[in-house]
């Protein structure tokens, strides 16, 4: 290390002799600066730039928060599930407002931080409560903007607050995660309160008894993994994060068309969808055109025979054969008649496959690679998801019931004294 004298207060040159005695200090000659007349100022700069050492030989050393963010999170939950405190303990300091008083968190921010030498981005939100309770437009506006915070983020994590039932606003929020097709991980938060507290039936309550019953509640979420986390303790924080991390690589992976089509003759082999009135069912082009999510289109000759249960069968068999076990898949339905796959099927046949009703391959007609098919269909960005027939996002089937608060028992794992939907605080 060295040391350098600046003598400063050198306001004209009469008082450079004055300044002059500051070498007795044994640190050599003193630049001499006046900071209130900029009296030497240039030759002090100068000075100063010559003396620092050439960049390519500084260590680099740029803090994770300050590069670009490896992946975005969007927390979301009711109000006083603890989403701040969970962004809090996952920044490693407190850059969120955090109380016991519901609804403090009134607008979504944006955090950087690092962690684990990873840099993220995690947006906390605003707590949501029922519809019928939001008591203002600014209320209402905050929810937008939460929603906005989901579309924006890589993977969404959904806090439950373990000391409560879920309700019906958890189960909306499920609902409104799986149809914008993200990532999400569930989040258990305050475990430290009930771990090993009595149950309604005085056994302890444990991490397989809640997984149950979150399983069993958030039937909107079927393949979301569920992480058991304290933000008081730190615990299941690194836990999180590194789930997240691996939901994000899966919804960014690309399935080659060989590898579906295998899958999807194999699918079709064991079980076709039941044809009707005698028309054959075909699968005539499958191929996944975009990630994040990974979206699977398949051409067939009747979308209105795969729609529906076989189109909820497909994406299990999908889940367990692909690589997506965990995140949502888009599937999209087509008919293959439409002028540009005419166009397509002019170039001349190419082998694919197709079945009969009874789920029997026949002689292939045509397989389009993953760019002709997706200029077949026209392009699938964010606006095809609700352009024509079978482009919805194909979600569990769920009845009204899914979404009203449980009355009956918390059971088996709820603790004696749970409350009913609380997001009062
Ligand atoms: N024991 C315990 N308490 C927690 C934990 N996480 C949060 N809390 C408490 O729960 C209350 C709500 O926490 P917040 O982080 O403000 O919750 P929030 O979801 O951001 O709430 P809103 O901004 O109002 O939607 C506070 O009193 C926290 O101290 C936890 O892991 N353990
Ligand atoms: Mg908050």
Do not use: H, Y
């Given at each position: 290390m060295r040391v350098q004298v600046v003598a400063n207060k050198v306001d004209a040159d009469n008082w450079e002799p004055f300044a002059a005695d500051a070498s007795n200090l044994g640190f050599g000659e003193p630049w001499l600066v006046s900071a209130k007349t900029n009296f030497h100022r240039r030759h002090f700069v100068e000075k100063l730039y010559g003396s620092l050492?050439?960049?390519?030989?500084?260590?680099?050393?740029?803090?994770?928060?300050?590069?670009?963010?490896?992946?975005?999170?969007?927390?979301?939950?009711?109000?006083?599930?603890?989403?701040?405190?969970?962004?809090?303990?996952?920044?490693?300091?407190?850059?969120?407002?955090?109380?016991?008083?519901?609804?403090?968190?009134?607008?979504?921010?944006?955090?950087?931080?690092?962690?684990?030498?990873?840099?993220?981005?995690?947006?906390?939100?605003?707590?949501?409560?029922?519809?019928?309770?939001?008591?203002?437009?600014?209320?209402?506006?905050?929810?937008?903007r939460?929603?906005?915070?989901?579309?924006?983020?890589?993977v969404c994590l959904l806090l439950l607050d373990a000391t409560q039932k879920i309700s019906g606003v958890d189960k909306r929020l499920g609902k409104l995660l799986s149809d914008e097709c993200k990532p999400v991980v569930v989040v258990v938060t305050k475990w430290d309160l009930v771990e090993g507290r009595k149950n309604t039936k005085g056994l302890p309550v444990t991490v397989a008894d809640y997984q149950t019953y979150i399983e069993d509640q958030l039937k909107a979420l079927p393949v979301a993994p569920i992480v058991f986390t304290s933000s008081v303790e730190r615990r299941g924080l690194k836990e999180t994060v590194d789930v997240a991390f691996d939901l994000f690589r899966q919804a960014s992976l690309r399935v080659t068309t060989g590898k579906l089509n295998d899958v999807v003759r194999g699918i079709l082999q064991k079980r076709g969808p039941s044809s009707k009135l005698g028309t054959k069912a075909k699968v005539l082009y499958v191929s996944q055109v975009k990630t994040q999510p990974p979206t699977i289109v398949m051409v067939v000759n009747k979308p209105e025979l795969f729609e529906g249960e076989y189109t909820r069968y497909m994406l299990n068999r999908f889940h367990e054969e692909l690589p997506f076990t965990e995140i949502p898949i888009r599937l999209i339905i087509r008919e293959r008649n439409r002028v540009s796959l005419r166009d397509l099927a002019s170039r001349g046949p190419r082998p694919g496959f197709v079945t009969d009703e009874q789920g029997n391959l026949e002689e292939a007609e045509l397989e389009a690679d993953p760019a002709e098919l997706a200029e077949a269909v026209g392009g699938l960005d964010e606006a095809d998801a609700g352009a024509g027939a079978g482009a919805e996002p194909y979600n569990p089937a769920l009845s009204e019931e899914d979404f009203t608060d449980d009355d009956g028992e918390f059971d088996p794992s709820l603790l004696d004294d749970a409350e009913d939907e609380d997001d009062e605080g």
């Open positions: 050492p050439l960049p390519e030989s500084l260590p680099v050393r740029v803090a994770p928060e300050q590069l670009l963010p490896e992946m975005k999170l969007a927390l979301v939950g009711r109000r006083n599930a603890g989403k701040s405190s969970f962004l809090n303990a996952l920044a490693g300091q407190p850059r969120c407002i955090v109380s016991e008083i519901a609804g403090t968190t009134r607008d979504a921010i944006d955090v950087r931080f690092g962690f684990g030498g990873r840099s993220l981005l995690a947006i906390d939100t605003a707590g949501v409560r029922k519809r019928t309770k939001m008591d203002s437009r600014v209320e209402v506006w905050a929810f937008e939460a929603k906005s915070a989901v579309k924006r983020a890589d």
